[in-house]
């Protein structure tokens, strides 16, 4: 099955694109080629240039405060767990500490480090990270895998915080939704949104053997969902068929 997500606002699309160049930087950071050594490092500017929104940071504080405050209010619920209560709420209050804690921006820190600075500058000319512009990279590249992964993780170790916040606030979010069976009719498919609740993820699971790719669009009140097939020309065109999937709505 393939998972797509679709976020409704700003701040998740954020969130997630936060996530999957956290995901990316954790695959490439294991690996021993120099190559994806590379690759881990333009990934942590990536990191840094999403990062750099000047409401990010609070934003996320703002977020895990606010599960906090939702999550204590179940406390004495006899339908809910103490024990797994008590443990989401620790790693929300352990996550907001350690954010606020960081000085300045996702990655600040490393802003500071004058040769990560002097590649970051040249990662987006096209062969800009050759021998001949930066020899002292081109021989860190020649290091042992071991030691450029002790690098690596040393300036990770800034953005943990940000990378961590972002999973637990993901998480909860995508637990909030129940997903449901859908049959899109013709290939289209769309649905009112229920008044009073402020949907933030859509979440859509799909067969990769009916070859269908969702094009989906949405706002507060309606979403609607079109399932396109890719043809040989390279191009999408409208699948036509009717083809059920299972659809989440979290909040």
Same mark, same amino acid.
């Given at each position: 099955?393939?998972?797509?997500?679709?976020?409704?606002? =700003?701040?998740?699309?954020?969130?997630?694109?936060?996530?999957?160049?956290?995901?990316?930087?954790?695959?490439?950071?294991?690996?021993?080629?120099?190559?994806?050594?590379?690759?881990?490092?333009?990934?942590?500017?990536?990191?840094?240039?999403?990062?750099?929104?000047?409401?990010?940071?609070?934003?996320?504080?703002?977020?895990?405060?606010?599960?906090?405050?939702?999550?204590?209010?179940?406390?004495?619920?006899?339908? %809910?767990?103490?024990?797994?209560?008590?443990?989401?709420?620790?790693?929300?209050?352990?996550?907001?500490?350690?954010?606020?804690?960081?000085?300045?921006?996702?990655?600040?820190?490393?802003?500071?480090?004058?040769?990560?600075?002097?590649?970051?500058?040249?990662?987006?000319?096209?062969?800009?990270?050759?021998?001949?512009?930066?020899?002292?990279?081109?021989?860190?590249?020649?290091?042992?895998?071991?030691?450029?992964?002790?690098?690596?993780?040393?300036?990770?170790?800034?953005?943990?915080?940000?990378?961590?916040?972002?999973?637990?606030?993901?998480?909860?979010?995508?637990?909030?939704?129940?997903?449901?069976?859908? %049959?899109?009719?013709?290939?289209?498919?769309?649905?009112?949104?229920?008044?009073?609740?402020?949907?933030?993820?859509?979440?859509?699971? %799909?067969?990769?053997?009916?070859?269908?790719?969702?094009? %989906?669009?949405?706002?507060?009140?309606?979403?609607?969902?079109?399932?396109?097939?890719?043809? =040989?020309?390279?191009?999408?065109?409208?699948?036509?068929?009717?083809?059920?999937?299972?659809?989440?709505?979290?909040?």
């Amino acid at each position: 099955m393939i998972l797509y997500e679709y976020p409704f606002n =700003e701040r998740i699309r954020t969130y997630l694109r936060l996530e999957h160049l956290f995901l990316r930087l954790t695959e490439l950071v294991s690996r021993e080629q120099a190559i994806d050594h590379h690759f881990a490092l333009t990934t942590i500017f990536e990191v840094m240039d999403v990062g750099a929104r000047a409401d990010l940071k609070s934003d996320v504080l703002k977020d895990l405060d606010k599960q906090k405050h939702i999550l204590d209010a179940y406390r004495g619920n006899p339908a %809910i767990a103490e024990g797994i209560l008590d443990e989401v709420i620790n790693q929300l209050s352990n996550c907001f500490q350690a954010l606020s804690s960081l000085p300045g921006k996702a990655g600040q820190s490393l802003t500071e480090n004058d040769w990560l600075m002097s590649i970051r500058s040249r990662v987006g000319i096209p062969g800009g990270t050759c021998e001949f512009d930066l020899p002292a990279y081109y021989a860190w590249q020649h290091k042992p895998g071991n030691e450029r992964r002790a690098d690596l993780m040393r300036w990770i170790a800034t953005l943990t915080p940000l990378a961590e916040s972002i999973h637990v606030l993901l998480k909860l979010l995508r637990d909030s939704g129940a997903p449901q069976k859908v %049959i899109a009719n013709g290939g289209q498919f769309q649905q009112n949104l229920p008044q009073g609740r402020t949907f933030q993820l859509l979440r859509l699971l %799909i067969d990769p053997s009916l070859g269908l790719i969702p094009e %989906i669009s949405g706002n507060r009140l309606m979403v609607s969902i079109r399932l396109m097939r890719h043809g =040989e020309d390279d191009r999408l065109h409208a699948g036509g068929e009717d083809a059920s999937f299972e659809l989440t709505l979290c909040s």
